[in-house]
């Protein structure tokens, strides 16, 4: 689905407060993007529980079901990119290149 982020290095060219500022942009993403990845499996779940109190036979639940599910990991995707993002900048001096 997401396409992988490329790299480049950070320290060499940037000053400390360049990249303060760039940490508090990658920690926000990930703030950002967890709060959308919890609304999403929140409503997966719930329409989760409504699928099985219907049962398999109701098409429409089923359809409704796919599209949280869908969304869901759509969500869990961004999530753990900027995670990702995020533990590459602290951990490695690395910046992705899509840098929000």
């Known amino acids: 689905m997401d396409v992988m982020r490329e790299w480049s290095i950070a320290s060499d060219h940037l000053p400390p407060e360049d990249l303060a500022t760039i940490e508090r942009r990658l920690h926000a993403e990930v703030a950002n993007t967890k709060a959308a990845y919890q609304k999403a499996k929140d409503e997966a779940d719930k329409l989760r529980a409504i699928a099985v109190d219907l049962g398999p036979g109701i098409s429409d639940g089923r359809v409704a079901l796919e599209n949280a599910i869908r969304i869901e990991r ?3 995707s961004r999530y ?4 990702e993002g995020f533990s590459r900048f602290v951990l490695d001096n690395k910046l992705p ?4």
């Open 80 to 83: 753990t990119r900027a995670i």
């Open 74 to 76: 759509f969500a869990l």
């Open 97 to 100: 290149r899509d840098l929000p």
